[in-house]
């Protein structure tokens, strides 16, 4: 396998293109996420950020260029090696069973772990989540959006992730929950976890990110320190779809 000797960087994507059949929504992107950070990617609808993650996760096979994680080439593996390596997906809206319990829907997210080390693992992940391990014989469809939410972050932190792809946690969630699972996710980076996360929240995304990364047609026109993002008055272009003019504009007036 192809490998990169950058120490620092966790993901890697060269030269990445890839879509559905002949349409292509990754074109030549390229983009670095440092371990045990949280990237937030941004964008306006269709620039790309989702599909960032699909193709990560190996739902979508590059068709060009080439993707590392931890140095290592992984660009086409299959989702069970890429779960193998540490790589945990929680895509956006609802991925339950909704007809099981709670306790029911973790053993089957820990089904490459085996059932002895599932339930070694299950009072672990509980401990970040004391509202749904209260609900632990409920059925998960029982349960309310946000508790649904933390079930699915439990699901994937069973397998002790070295990285996080989540998109669009906040997604029919109260503020209070969106805290609370933000809170999280900075927990995790904090502890070593690399979070890449597609949000649409922004301002409040980029408070706990550490880098943020701007895509426009599938391409990458801005990536800065998200603190530097979330003081930039042009925020609002850049979510909204005028990344490549606000990248244009930060570089003129820094020239």
């Keep these: 396998m192809l490998t990169t000797t950058n120490k620092d960087t966790c993901i890697e994507f060269v030269d990445v293109v890839a879509g559905y059949k002949d349409f292509m929504i990754l074109n030549n992107l390229s983009f670095k996420a440092k371990r045990g950070t949280i990237t937030l990617l941004l964008g306006p609808n269709g620039a790309g950020k989702s599909t960032v993650l699909k193709t990560l996760f190996g739902l979508l096979k590059p068709r060009q260029g080439k993707i590392f994680l931890d140095g290592v080439e992984i660009g086409g593996a299959t989702q069970k090696s890429l779960l193998a390596e540490g790589l945990a997906f929680v895509p956006q809206g609802r991925n339950l069973f909704g007809q099981l319990s709670v306790f029911e829907n973790l053993e089957l997210g820990g089904i490459t772990l085996g059932m002895k080390t599932t339930h070694e693992r299950i009072p672990e992940v509980l401990e970040f989540f004391p509202r749904v391990r209260d609900r632990i014989n409920s059925l998960a469809s029982a349960l309310s959006g946000g508790e649904q939410k933390q079930l699915e972050i439990g699901r994937a932190l069973l397998l002790r992730p070295k990285v ?92």
Excluded: Y
């Design 164 to 255: 996080i792809l989540i998109d669009e946690p906040s997604i029919g969630l109260s503020p209070i929950v969106v805290a609370d699972v933000f809170k999280l996710l900075r927990k995790l980076a904090d502890q070593g976890t690399t979070v890449l996360m597609v949000e649409q929240n922004v301002k409040s995304a980029l408070k706990i990110s550490d880098e943020a990364i701007a895509l426009e047609s599938g391409r990458l026109v801005l990536q800065k320190p998200a603190s530097e993002l979330l003081a930039d008055p042009n925020i609002e272009r850049l979510f909204l779809g005028g990344a490549h003019a606000a990248a244009q504009g930060t570089a003129t007036a820094s020239a």
